[in-house]
Nanobody, 125 residues
Framework: QVQLVESGGGLVQAGGSLRLSCAPS????????MAWFRQAPGKERGFVAA????????YYSDSVKGRFTISRDIAKNMVYLQMNSLKPEDTAVYYC??????????????????WGQGTQVTVSS
């Protein structure tokens, strides 16, 4: 069974940091792009960041560029999202997702078929 399992969410004060983890399983993801999306209450799910599993190339939304870092640990088969300088507007459920690299990166959630269950991030002011 192919799965993506997120962890690491929580409550943090503005200016603080959190690291989210995504554990993919059930297949080899070496030819995939791994991405993080987020969805705040009443808003659509939006792109946060993505990484190519094979070469480590990264992509970020303008709203998180310079504050968030996406990475992958090939040995541990894990994907991370390091979030620094968090703001209240970063509050959302964060989802890990994957897409075959040959299809390129999609900035809309409709471009991804495989999703984790999400992890809540709450940033207090």
């Amino acid at each position: 069974q192919v799965q993506l399992v997120e962890s690491g969410g929580g409550l943090v004060q503005a200016g603080g940091s959190l690291r989210l983890s995504c554990a993919p399983s059930g297949r080899t993801f070496s030819s995939y792009v791994m991405a993080w999306f987020r969805q705040a209450p009443g808003k659509e799910r939006g792109f946060v960041a993505a990484i190519s599993w094979s070469d480590g190339n990264t992509y970020y939304s303008d709203s998180v560029k310079g504050r968030f870092t996406i990475s992958r640990d090939i040995a541990k088969n894990m994907v991370y999202l390091q979030m620094n300088s968090l703001k209240p507007e970063d509050t959302a459920v964060y989802y890990c997702t994957a897409r075959p690299a040959r299809l390129g990166i999609a900035l809309l959630p409709a471009g991804y078929a495989l999703w984790g269950q999400g992890t809540q991030v709450t940033v207090s002011s």
